[in-house]
C-alpha cells in the first residue's frame, strides 16, 4: 500500500484529496495537516511514503517541509501542489529534492499519475512546469557560455586545441600568426583560471564552452 499525506492550510482541499485517495484501491491514507510546524513528528507517527505539500502556509510553510523532511526522512518523497506558476518556488522546490511538481488545478488523473510515476521512481511536472524548467536550464547552459567572457576567436583557438591541433595548425587554419595563437592561449588561460592546456580543455568540455 501507499501512504499518502497532505500538507495544506485549506480544509476543503485536504477532504478532496483524503477523498481521492480514500478511492484508490492501492493508496492508503497517512493523514493531513495545515502546516509543516510538526512534519517530522507526523513522518514517524504516520510512515507516508508520499506526501502532497502546499507551498503556502502558516506558521511553517512548504519549503521548509522540503528541506526538514529530506535531510531527516530523504526515502519521503514529495509533490508539491501549488496554486502559483512560479519559477522561483518550482526551482527552489525542486532544488531542496522535490520529486514532482503539479498545479492545484491539475485534474483528478494528473494528480494520480503524478503519485504512481513518482513511487516508481520517476519525477512528475505538469507541462507548463516542465517546459519553465527546460527553459531555465536552457539559460543557464547559456550563461555558462558567456560567464568566462572569452571573445569568439579565443573560443574558436580553445575548440581548436580540444580537437587536438597545434599552436602551427591553428595558426595556419586561422590566418593569424604563431604569436597570436599565443596571445589567445595566455588570455584563455587567465580568463578561465588554469594554467595547462588539460586544465583549459577539461574545464571548456564541463562548462559547454564551445
Known amino acids: 500500500m501507499i501512504r499518502v499525506a497532505v500538507y495544506d492550510d485549506n480544509p476543503s482541499r485536504r477532504e478532496s484529496l483524503q477523498a481521492l485517495v480514500s478511492l ?50 530523504p526515502q519521503v518523497k514529495i509533490i508539491v501542489q501549488t496554486a502559483f506558476d512560479d519559477d522561483d518556488k518550482v526551482f527552489k522546490a525542486i532544488q531542496l529534492g522535490a520529486e514532482g511538481y503539479i498545479l492545484k488545478s491539475a485534474a483528478v488523473s494528473q494528480i494520480t499519475q503524478s503519485i504512481d510515476e513518482v513511487i516508481r521512481g520517476g519525477a512528475s511536472m505538469s507541462p507548463s ?17 558567456t560567464d568566462y567572457n572569452l571573445t569568439p576567436k579565443e573560443t574558436d583557438v580553445l575548440k ?48 559547454n564552452l564551445f
Not at 493531513?32 to 505539500?53: A, G, H, K, Q, Y
Not at 580540444?162 to 599552436?167: F, K, N, Q, R, T
Not at 591553428?170 to 589567445?184: E, K, L, P, R, W
Open 24 to 73: 484508490m484501491p492501492e493508496w492508503e491514507w497517512a493523514g493531513s495537516f495545515e502546516n509543516c510546524s510538526s512534519i517530522l513528528e507526523n513522518i514517524v507517527e504516520n510512515r507516508p511514503d508520499i506526501i502532497l505539500m502546499d507551498l503556502e502556509m502558516p506558521v511553517m510553510d512548504g519549503m521548509e517541509g522540503i528541506k526538514l523532511t529530506k535531510l531527516h526522512h
Open 129 to 145: 512546469i516542465a517546459m519553465k524548467v527546460m527553459r531555465f536550464f536552457s539559460q543557464k547552459e547559456k550563461q555558462i557560455k
Open 160 to 207: 581548436k586545441l580540444a580537437e587536438g591541433l597545434s599552436y602551427k595548425m591553428i595558426a595556419d587554419q586561422m590566418g593569424i600568426s604563431y604569436f597570436t595563437v599565443n596571445n589567445h592561449v595566455k588570455k584563455i588561460y587567465e580568463k578561465l583560471q588554469v594554467h595547462s592546456l588539460g586544465e583549459a580543455v577539461s574545464l571548456a568540455h564541463r562548462k
